[in-house]
């Protein structure tokens, strides 16, 4: 992967790592307790839709590295802007909410950062036989990755993380560990969710790939036994992905309300305007004179924000999920009265499908 000795590449990467963010650590290998670090420039963050692999080419600049001599160059590194977060519970606009961020000039936006993947996978299991990490060890690599993430540029007022959606599950390390950060939450209601994910055509595939991930941490908290997937219809399996994501988020905003806020992507997309100065307003930015004004108009809300080459409207969104309604009827209804079930015998899960507006 790398054009130059990797020694040299090593050499340098290590050096700029206390200086720019144009060293960039892309992925956390925990069984070699290494770091890929690779050189990105400005322009490379904002063409990005994943900062995993995609971002990485024949001509890209890079070298693993010892996870010491990283974490040793992170604690050189000055105090750099706040980390804030987008936190999601899945397709729904978090991605374009990051791409409005990049517009207003003061946000370094990080989107899907790959350790971030891998420090939720630890986290799920620490205190477990097959922890590679203990409770310190996670600490001290997400500690890490957060100083390393808040290198920011000049003009950097604040970096944002746009998260997966399973990430929700480190708000509360995040948040409880970094008094200086935010986060919002992007959601939907339980049947606009199911309308949207039985829409797309790899949701089978995507909602099966999840599956097991989500319905053990749903298992892990409901009181009752649940359906294995496999006995789960496609909207059910859908409904069962609302409810996992929903609870993380029920949770960060049960234990940080004044520092997490709940945006619902619907509401979102009727009132572009106000949801971004109630974002920027929470995470303590002021918005360019013009920047509000015109932001319901940015070429961003016309192309599909994970693919830009791609048109896509708030009005042919809003055509898919009708026709969606129309043909996953059935589905969409297995779904809803799923979660009613659950809502029914858990008290626990009935206060998120309220929540959701169920």
Same mark, same amino acid.
Request: contains cysteine; neutral net charge; hydrophobic residues 45%.
């Given at each position: =992967?790398?054009?130059?000795?990797? !020694?040299?590449?090593?050499?340098?990467? /290590?050096?700029?790592?206390?200086?720019?963010?144009?060293?960039?650590? @892309?992925?956390?290998?925990?069984?070699?307790?290494?770091?890929?670090?690779?050189?990105? !420039?400005?322009?490379?963050? *904002?063409?990005?839709?994943?900062?995993?692999?995609?971002?990485?080419?024949?001509?890209?600049?890079?070298?693993?590295?010892?996870?010491?001599?990283?974490?040793?160059?992170?604690?050189?590194?000055? %105090?750099?802007?706040?980390? +804030?977060?987008?936190?999601?519970?899945?397709?729904?606009?978090? $991605?374009?909410?990051?791409?409005?961020?990049?517009?207003?000039?003061?946000?370094?936006?990080?989107?899907?950062? /790959?350790?971030? #993947?891998?420090?939720?996978?630890?986290?799920?299991?620490?205190?477990? &036989?097959?922890?590679?990490?203990?409770?310190?060890?996670?600490?001290? +690599?997400?500690?890490?990755? =957060?100083?390393?993430?808040?290198?920011?540029?000049?003009?950097?007022?604040?970096?944002?993380?746009?998260?997966?959606?399973?990430?929700?599950?480190?708000?509360?390390?995040?948040?409880? *560990? +970094?008094?200086? %950060?935010?986060?919002?939450?992007? !959601?939907?209601?339980?049947?606009?969710?199911?309308? $949207?994910?039985?829409?797309? @055509? !790899?949701?089978?595939?995507?909602? #099966?790939?999840?599956? &097991?991930?989500?319905?053990?941490?749903?298992?892990?908290?409901?009181? =009752?036994?649940?359906?294995?997937?496999?006995?789960?219809?496609?909207?059910?399996?859908?409904?069962?992905?609302?409810?996992?994501?929903?609870?993380?988020?029920?949770?960060?905003? @049960?234990?940080? &309300?004044?520092?997490?806020?709940?945006?619902?992507?619907?509401?979102?997309?009727?009132?572009?305007?106000?949801?971004?100065?109630?974002?920027?307003?929470?995470?303590?930015?002021?918005?360019?004179?013009?920047?509000?004004?015109?932001?319901? *108009? %940015?070429?961003?809300?016309?192309?599909? %924000?994970?693919?830009?080459?791609?048109?896509? $409207?708030?009005?042919?969104?809003?055509?898919?999920?009708?026709?969606?309604? *129309?043909?996953?009827?059935?589905?969409?209804?297995?779904? =809803?009265?799923?979660?009613?079930?659950?809502?029914?015998?858990?008290?626990?899960?009935?206060?998120?499908?309220?929540?959701?507006?169920?």
């Amino acid at each position: =992967m790398a054009s130059a000795p990797p !020694n040299a590449v090593a050499g340098e990467l /290590l050096r700029d790592l206390t200086a720019s963010p144009d060293a960039y650590p @892309q992925n956390l290998d925990l069984i070699r307790d290494a770091v890929l670090l690779v050189r990105l !420039n400005a322009a490379g963050y *904002r063409a990005a839709s994943f900062l995993d692999d995609r971002i990485l080419g024949p001509a890209t600049q890079g070298a693993w590295l010892p996870a010491k001599l990283v974490a040793d160059a992170a604690r050189r590194c000055g %105090s750099g802007p706040p980390v +804030h977060f987008i936190f999601h519970t899945g397709h729904v606009g978090s $991605t374009l909410v990051s791409r409005l961020l990049d517009e207003t000039g003061d946000v370094l936006s990080l989107r899907e950062p /790959l350790p971030l #993947r891998t420090l939720v996978e630890a986290y799920a299991v620490l205190g477990e &036989p097959e922890s590679l990490l203990s409770d310190t060890q996670f600490s001290d +690599h997400l500690e890490m990755f =957060m100083t390393l993430w808040s290198r920011g540029y000049a003009a950097t007022r604040a970096v944002v993380v746009k998260a997966t959606s399973s990430a929700g599950r480190l708000s509360a390390p995040i948040l409880s *560990r +970094h008094v200086a %950060s935010r986060a919002i939450y992007m !959601n939907l209601g339980a049947e606009s969710y199911l309308a $949207t994910l039985l829409a797309g @055509q !790899n949701s089978p595939l995507d909602l #099966r790939g999840h599956g &097991p991930g989500r319905i053990r941490r749903l298992q892990a908290r409901a009181g =009752m036994p649940l359906a294995p997937l496999h006995a789960l219809s496609l909207g059910e399996l859908a409904a069962m992905s609302w409810l996992a994501e929903s609870w993380a988020q029920h949770d960060a905003l @049960q234990e940080h &309300p004044a520092r997490v806020i709940a945006l619902d992507f619907d509401w979102f997309l009727a009132n572009v305007e106000e949801g971004m100065r109630q974002i920027l307003t929470h995470f303590g930015l002021l918005a360019a004179p013009g920047y509000l004004g015109r932001v319901a *108009r %940015s070429p961003v809300l016309a192309s599909y %924000s994970k693919a830009p080459e791609f048109a896509y $409207t708030p009005a042919l969104r809003t055509e898919i999920q009708n026709e969606s309604r *129309r043909v996953n009827r059935e589905e969409i209804r297995k779904g =809803m009265a799923w979660l009613q079930n659950i809502a029914r015998a858990d008290a626990r899960a009935a206060a998120v499908v309220t929540g959701g507006g169920v």
